[in-house]
């Protein structure tokens, strides 16, 4: 059971716009500014993608962006491309030092 | 090239130990605090271990603490993760990441190597 909570799946066709949830409490994801997102392709590394809610790393396109509302953080994708399919995993710092992920959501670009 | 390499998994019994050893290199390893954040094949991350740039600040997740141990050796450049008393469900591939920052820890990693799978089975 993670701490954060992810659909498991979404999809969307090429072009079109998702968005993926993350839903906290007020000890992690409600709490702190410090949300990140990662993309993970089968069989490879994660790579950071948003990091402090809504900032994206150097090199990471812009289609890419995050928000936070409550205890519930999001990641949208506009224009989705064949590439964009992954499982994205949110993480939040918690209290006393401690990082809690999602379960992370497979993203099928149909 | 900027990279980080474990290795070290493998399958061990339960209450049996394992090393494991994340290489560095193309940066300067002794700027940064690492990580180690593991992952159970098709489910979610989960963050096991941090340690601080010249090794003196460690922090374990709760299922781990007490059993695993995280050093570093900055000559060596080189990030180790000592793990005691291994359970069934401490059976995962295993990630050495770097955090994004120089010298803080801000718990975001933006390099990460390959991964060591580590199977606990008897």
């Known amino acids: 059971q993670s701490a954060l909570t992810q659909p498991a799946s979404v999809s969307g066709s090429p072009g079109q716009s998702i968005t993926i949830s993350c839903t906290g409490t007020?000890?992690?994801?409600?709490?702190?500014?410090?949300v990140s997102w990662y993309q993970q392709h089968p069989g490879k590394a994660p790579k950071l993608i948003i990091y402090?809610?809504?900032n994206r790393p150097s090199g990471v396109s812009n289609r890419f962006s995050g928000s936070k509302s409550g205890n519930t953080a999001s990641l949208n994708i506009s224009g989705l491309q064949a590439d964009d399919e992954a499982t994205y995993h949110c993480g939040s710092y918690a209290f006393a030092s401690n990082l809690v992920f999602g379960g992370g959501t497979k993203l099928t670009v149909l | 090239e900027v990279q980080l390499a474990e290795s070290g998994g493998g399958s061990v019994q339960p209450g049996g130990s394992l090393r494991l050893s994340c290489a560095a290199s193309?940066?300067?390893?002794?700027?940064?605090?690492m990580y180690w954040v593991r992952q159970v094949p098709g489910k979610g991350l989960v963050w096991v271990s941090r340690?601080?740039?010249?090794?003196?600040?460690?922090d374990y997740a709760d299922s781990v603490k007490g059993r695993f141990t995280i050093s570093r050796d900055n000559t060596k450049n080189t990030l180790y993760l000592d793990m005691n008393n291994l359970r069934a469900e401490d059976t995962a591939v295993y990630f050495c990441?770097?955090?994004?920052?120089?010298?803080?820890?801000?718990?975001?990693?933006?390099?990460w190597g390959r991964g060591t799978l580590v199977t606990v089975s008897s």
């Open positions: 007020s000890s992690n994801v409600g709490r702190y500014n410090y």
């Open positions: 990441a770097r955090d994004r920052e120089m010298r803080v820890s801000k718990w975001y990693f933006d390099l």
């Open positions: 193309g940066f300067t390893f002794s700027t940064y605090w």
């Open positions: 340690m601080d740039t010249d090794g003196f600040i460690t």
């Open positions: 402090d809610v809504t």
